[in-house]
């Protein structure tokens, strides 16, 4: 008989997950993570650094000792809110204890970034980055500078992400700095990994705000030659998001042949990963779909899109940015009916994560659909827009 794992339910209750929440934010079924939970089956090796990530467990040991408990299963452990008080009253006593669960924090800012408004994540990450900067200052011993500074990088990183979204992208320049700034951390301890995401989120500002393809390219060459040797991941994110800029540019053949490096270096994800938590299944046919939409192959595009729509998680700010796409793509097939049905299960999604990207594309599609103004499916598109902002 299976044994229940009830560390590990009473982990995901302390953090305040659900098990549809859990599954979520994970891209698999609830049923998947019930059965975790009564011990009938257990993570895939590849998924568990990120469900390791998601509770906030600082390795993927900790992790095992809950899936797999010896004799009894302790209580879940709560943040040490004392230890932290205590450093930051006499920073220079700060430990890597305290810095590890600064960290923590920063990684489950950025689990609840797709499914939450960056505008209530905002105080939260600027508290753990001025926390991080303080102790930095006044940290005597090397190994626990270094790791402050790794935090820095990616709460620096976080901060840049969160201002951009919460602007709905239009604060270019603050991103860039917060970006900047935890590039140089990153360099500062020769890590190439925490570059390599400063600099990819850059390229993103570039090819999704100032819609400057050409500067776009240039960024994400450079976070696939930081991260080449290092991440799987990201070389393969930088070859993704390199493949729509091909496209911005309506460079087919080029765009084609970065969506093939992406898929070869996905392909290649092994065990020790270190930014596994990055990889979703559905990003490279959300990526896919949205190139050949710029291509004009409306017909391809589609077809990609509805089946990443079905996979993403509901009401989040991926699937936001799916839905708007897959709606833009009827719009170029002449399908009004279907246009209109996909741009309303978009705005759902945005009305409940109010991410930047999802707006941008959701008001373009509904510039595009303007010459219809006058049908009714898209009279009712507009009235739920101009209700939406009004209400915001």
Known sequence: MATPREGLAVRRKALGYSQERLAEILGVTVGTVGRWERGESAPEAWRQPRLAKVLGLSTVEELIDLLHPRDEVPAAESCDVDRLERALANPSEVDLVTVAQLRERVSLLSVRYDGERSTGLLAEAGQALGQTRLLREHARQYRVRRDLLAAEAEASTLMGQFVWDASQRRDHDTAREHFTTAAEAA????????EAVALLRTSYVELYGTEDPAEGLVLTERAAEVARGHSEVLTGLADLHAAEGHAM???????????????DHFGRISD?????????????GRLAGS?????HDATRAQSTLERVASQAPSRSKSRTIVLANLSLAHLQLQDLENAAAALHVAIDCVEATWGGGGLKVIFGAAQQLRPWRKEPVVDQVYDRLFTMMAAS
């Open 187 to 194: 360099r500062g301890i020769n890590d190439p990994v925490l």
């Open 249 to 263: 540019l309506g460079e087919r053949l080029a765009c084609e042949r970065s969506l093939e490096r992406a898929q």
């Open 272 to 284: 020790d990963e270190p930014v596994v938590e990055m990889f979703s299944e559905t990003q490279y």
């Open 291 to 295: 190139c050949y939409l710029r291509l």
